[in-house]
């Protein structure tokens, strides 16, 4: 069965700072690798994928994140982070085939003016 | 706007009572899902269903009971409400074909609690 770790509760960053958070994930075949963004009083919204290919994948507002299949780790990223980015973020893996996502447990991310 | 829309938003509930979460989509997605958000436990999976008259259990679905009658409609029943059913639900949606590469559209969320 698949699962997914997200080692940090909370992590925080100054803004204008790059920013890291952290993902594992264990899956029986090849991963497919989600990013979702869940702002205050809000549902989640989809950041970004990885399915196959180049491992660095860029998606919205900025973020990209780094597949490494050795590691089984993938991280999200950003450059320079805003305060605007204070969210709750949550990596997700589903095995291949259209079986159910499984989510982490999220990483709540504070960026600090 | 095209989406998933969950009713109610927040819903207060003695233990013992039932009541239905709605979830309607529109669009035309074959795959829908239901998920529960408690604080340090992520969202975690309650049921799911592959297309109109097919239901399967999640992570978590004692409880609950689903149907599937139409394509658009995924309601979600908890039939004798118990306080650990204090959470946040949302339902998800996405089209079935593409594999494991379809993204997930979220509806705003149902706040229930349970006293």
């Known amino acids: 069965a698949q699962s997914v770790a997200q080692p940090e509760d909370q992590v925080n960053v100054a803004e204008g700072n790059p920013l890291t958070v952290k993902c594992t994930y264990s899956v029986s075949g090849n991963p497919y690798l989600f990013w979702y963004v869940q702002y205050p009083n809000r549902g989640l919204q989809f950041l970004l994928k990885y399915i196959t290919g180049d491992n660095l994948v860029k998606g919205s507002y900025g973020f990209e994140a780094e597949f490494n299949k050795s590691q089984t780790s993938f991280h999200l990223k950003k450059p320079s982070a805003l305060v605007s980015d204070s969210a709750l973020y949550f990596c997700a893996v589903r095995d291949e085939g259209n079986t159910p996502l499984v989510f982490g447990k999220g990483t709540r991310l504070s960026v600090i003016a | 706007n095209a989406g998933v829309t969950q009713t109610p938003k927040f819903q207060v509930l003695k233990t013992g009572q039932s009541m239905t979460l709605q979830c309607a989509q529109d669009m035309n997605h074959e795959y829908m899902s239901w998920y529960r958000q408690d604080p340090g436990m992520g969202l975690r999976l309650i049921h799911y269903?592959?297309?109109?008259?097919?239901?399967d259990q999640g992570e978590v679905p004692n409880g609950y009971n689903v149907s599937r009658s139409t394509t658009e409609d995924f309601p979600l029943r908890l039939l004798s409400a118990a306080p650990s059913q204090t959470s946040v639900y949302f339902c998800?949606?996405?089209?079935?074909?593409?594999?494991?590469?379809?993204?997930?559209?979220f509806g705003a969320g149902s706040r229930l609690t349970v006293l």
């Open positions: 269903s592959v297309g109109a008259g097919i239901t």
């Open positions: 998800a949606s996405t089209p079935r074909g593409g594999g494991g590469a379809n993204v997930l559209t």
